[in-house]
């Protein structure tokens, strides 16, 4: 039995690698009329890989696939290093080998190289049919106004939402809390989590003891990118002590005010627009997270999705998405150690960075069914989907000190992340 499959699988692989090389001849015959050959080449190649990556998914590793396509990081993958090893490898290998040897090594490497990258898809795509969790589905931004707080309620009642994320000096704060906690005793498995904010909004620490903090109307004003320069400042810096001081008060006042509404209950932690992910942020949170009862920190560490068409990356890349994914994979997987060293738990995964806002149709899906193909780990929660429901905008945010969510809360995508999660 085995043999048997072993055999159908080679001859499989064999007949598929033959097609490709007929790919590559005909294409490479018939741009060849029309361009150079060193730019006719990379193009041919490029078709071979092509029809490599379709043959292999849909019959040599059909059981590990189910008969759909490698995911498209795998053409990449095979296209790229084929393309390095054919150009590098003739300028590698020593005139002392000799020919018959140096033709053999050029012949057999990229075939060797194809088998393994081509394996190694197939396992990928035999892991995500075989493994399934299931994500928690996660609201940011509770008390930032009515409409928000609407959309995460009715979506909490209708338990299309597992938790959210409290804005303790949001307009609506108080209101948001009483409404999550009457829910709360029909859904006790609903959490809650404390949305540090140190980018806008009022600030909870009296203005006086933070003044480098906030601007003349005592409202928060330091940016993401701010507070991420400030981390480079050398620690002795007086400028970072200083700050470091007030940012430690305003932390302070932040969890003191999430007491006020959760008592005493273990507190979950996340930051608006990330913010407690910039290294002198995580230092300050870290800092206090013993005395203060901080025992979950979120982190942001995004798998990219499969399936997306090609326009949906294009949006990623215009609306900075991809910049911000790649900035928080790297501040996330910083943070890491110093989350586990303190002893605090955190999600094994995440998505809602890369298409941050614009969380809703083939997205969203996308990033649901990356999520459900994560194989747990032991001493991290679930992974964790992030959206930014809401009505359409009634208030003004910009006079609450809001100034920098006015746009984000404004735009009709908040509506659209709304249904998106109903539909999910």
């Known amino acids: 039995m085995i043999p048997s499959t072993l055999s159908s ?53 059909r059981p590990e696939t189910g008969g759909q396509s490698f995911a498209r990081r795998w053409l990449v993958i095979q296209y790229v290093v084929n393309l390095t090893v054919s150009g590098v490898l003739p300028l ?4 002392a080998l000799g020919e018959p040897v140096r033709v053999a090594v050029l012949v057999f490497t990229p075939t060797a190289l194809n088998a393994l990258i081509w394996s190694r898809a197939a396992r990928f795509s035999k892991h995500r049919r075989d493994v399934v969790v299931t994500p928690l589905r996660h609201a940011d931004d509770l008390g930032l106004s009515p409409a928000t707080n609407q959309a995460i309620l009715e979506l909490a009642s209708q338990k299309r939402l597992d938790s959210c994320s409290l804005l303790v000096n949001g307009p609506v704060a108080a209101d948001g809390f009483h409404a999550w906690r009457q829910l709360e005793r029909k859904h006790p498995q609903l959490q809650i989590c404390l949305h540090l904010c140190l980018t806008e909004g009022p600030a909870c620490a009296n203005p006086s003891v933070v003044p480098d903090l906030v ?14 320069l400030l981390s480079l400042l050398p620690r002795r810096h007086a400028t970072r002590r200083r700050i470091e001081q007030q940012l430690g008060l305003e932390l302070e006042a932040q969890i003191k005010r999430f007491r006020s509404f959760c008592g005493d209950a273990p507190i979950h932690l996340d930051g608006h627009q990330h913010i407690h992910l910039v290294p002198i942020v995580m230092k300050a949170v870290l ?23 090609l326009r949906y990356w294009s949006e990623a890349i215009r609306q900075s998405g991809l910049l911000k994914w790649m900035v928080l994979q790297v501040l996330s997987r910083k943070a890491r150690p110093a989350i586990r060293r303190c002893g605090l738990a955190s999600n094994q995964s995440f998505a809602g960075v890369l298409f941050t806002g ?21 001493g991290s929660t679930p992974p964790l989907l992030l959206a930014h429901p809401g009505g359409p905008l009634d208030i003004d945010l910009v006079t609450a000190g809001f100034a920098v ?9 908040r509506q659209r992340e709304w249904r998106a999660l109903q539909d999910l």
């Open 9 to 61: 699988r080679i001859s499989l692989y064999g007949l598929v690698g033959v097609v490709a090389a007929a790919v590559h001849a005909l294409v490479l015959v018939a741009l060849g009329l029309l361009m150079p050959l060193w730019l006719a080449n990379p193009l041919a190649f490029l078709a071979a890989s092509l029809a490599g990556y379709l043959g292999h998914a849909r019959f040599t590793f």
């Open 92 to 95: 590698a290998l020593p005139k």
């Open 215 to 228: 601007d003349s109307h005592g409202h928060l004003k330091r940016s993401f990118g701010q507070w991420l």
């Open 287 to 309: 800092a206090r997270a013993g005395d203060n009862g901080i025992t979950w920190v979120r982190r942001t560490e995004e798998p990219l999705p499969t399936g997306l068409p």
């Open 358 to 378: 614009q969380m809703a149709g083939a997205p969203i899906l996308a990033a649901w069914k990356e999520l459900s193909s994560r194989e747990p780990q032991a």
């Open 405 to 413: 969510s006015q746009p984000f809360a404004a735009s009709s995508w």
